[in-house]
């Protein structure tokens, strides 16, 4: 039986093994007829292609000028001291036997916060890589942790993130991430990360947190919990 996807040319056995997708839309695939049906490389007559600088592929989020320096509280854990976890039922707090993230955020100066963690094997998406939208909650959840030297309670309201290459799993992720700007219960926040102490960053990510009263946020929605 042909697969409908490959349709257009012959049925090849790689097809059904994903260490050799990226053989798909090979030119010696291409000769052999063994393209798929929706082959990317096929472009419209005509159509102009946008020229995208990669570097040009960054965001354009930018803190408000009207936004104040973050203020860093008298009691927030000293610097180099592991900032405890929010809630222990939270995904990104809980260890890796607890089906978690495993990491280990640590305070720095001012708004500044470390998170560390290896990147476990079950958080694979593509081969070998992390899962983009695991490296998301890292990016998250670490800069979450910034508010908390300014002892505020915060949900996320908006992150992006930049995938500059590939992140390998069991690498060891260092995320630097700060508070930028604080503009009433708006936090603007940004990181960084990097694979196995590399100097240049695997990725970015910027978020707009948004202070909240837990208590009252979350009352009606603490009865879903199963880990009260
Ligand atoms: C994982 C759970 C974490 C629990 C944390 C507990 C505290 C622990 C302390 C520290 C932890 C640090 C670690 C945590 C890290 C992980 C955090 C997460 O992943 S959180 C889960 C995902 N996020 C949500 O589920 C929010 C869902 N959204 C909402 O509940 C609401 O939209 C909320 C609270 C964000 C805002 O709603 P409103 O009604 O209170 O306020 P309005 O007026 O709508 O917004 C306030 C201002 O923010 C702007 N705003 C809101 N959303 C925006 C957006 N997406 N983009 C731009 N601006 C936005 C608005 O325009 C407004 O601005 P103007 O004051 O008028 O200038």
Redesign the pocket.
Known sequence: MVSRRFAVGRRCSMDTFPPFSRLRWSPVRRRRGCVPAHDPLRRPAGRVEPQLDYLAMTSNWTVPGEAVSPVRHPEAPAPGESIPA??HG???CRGTGDGGLGLDVRAGEGAEVTGEIVVDPAFEGGPGVIHGGVLS?VF??V???S??LLA????????EVDFRSPVPVRSALTVRARVDGV????LYASAEVYVNGAAAPAGSARA???T?D?AV??RDLVGNSTRI
């Not at 505020?152 to 992150?159: D, G, M, N, R």
């Not at 503009?183 to 708006?186: A, D, Q, S, V």
């Open positions: 929010h809630w939270c995904f990104g909650s998250d959840e800069m979450g942790f508010a908390k505020l309670e915060v949900v996320t309201a908006h992150l503009l009433g219960r708006k707009l947190f948004i909240i837990q946020h979350f």
